[in-house]
């Protein structure tokens, strides 16, 4: 089994995971290649695994963890790993890395890191590494059944169809409320007295 790029989730329901996937997919489709493909694994009763693109990059890998354990709009509590080698030039680069969201991070905004020689680390969103009293000890995962995945891909064309579908769909509502509104005003007009209108007007 692979060890780049894996993530392995416990708790949670299978149709949460997936839709904070899709929705992290879709939130960085501009910024990742057309076609990265990200299987999705169900591994028993509340447990899945996600298998992405070896090409995905070590920051995006980290937001996609952070994302996943932090979703927009879903509520559950898991508990996340995420497994990956060190490819950018930094004090990581060719280390195999366990990638975690700490039980004592407040921020939110970042992700913790093990070694294979059990270092541990804090990387921000701004791409700051500082060492950290976390005591994570480093393991591979064990194995496990990645039997039959859900496949869900980057697809730049179809984010973009979508975008356009719901910026048209948001003009066409922003219309009709302002025509409601014109129109409730024109109404409201017609029972004013003559000598109000002129204050009618300014409202």
Do not use: C
Request: avoid cysteine; proline fraction near 2%; charged fraction near 30%.
């Amino acid at each position: 089994m692979t060890n780049d790029n894996l993530i392995i989730i416990s708790g949670g329901a299978y149709n949460d995971v997936k839709k904070a996937l899709r929705q992290w997919i879709d939130l960085y489709t501009k910024s990742l290649q057309d076609g990265l493909t990200f299987k999705l694994f169900k591994n028993g009763n509340g447990n899945h695994i996600i298998l992405a693109d070896e090409r995905l990059d070590n920051e995006r890998f980290y937001y996609l963890v952070n994302y996943l354990y932090y979703p927009q709009g879903i509520r559950y509590k898991i508990d996340i790993e995420g497994f990956t080698i060190g490819k950018e030039n930094n004090v990581l680069k060719d280390q195999k890395l366990i990638v975690y969201i700490s039980s004592t991070d407040k921020e939110g905004d970042n992700v913790f890191v093990a070694t294979a020689d059990n270092n541990n680390y804090k990387i921000d969103f701004e791409g700051k590494i500082s060492e950290t009293k976390e005591k994570k000890i480093f393991r591979l995962p064990s194995n496990q059944n990645l039997d039959n995945p859900e496949i869900l891909r980057v697809n730049k064309k179809e984010v973009s169809s979508q975008i356009k579908e719901k910026s048209k769909d948001n003009i066409e509502k922003r219309f009709r409320i302002i025509s409601f509104i014109t129109i409730v005003l024109f109404m409201t007009s017609l029972f004013v007295p003559f000598y109000s209108t002129q204050t009618f007007i300014k409202i």
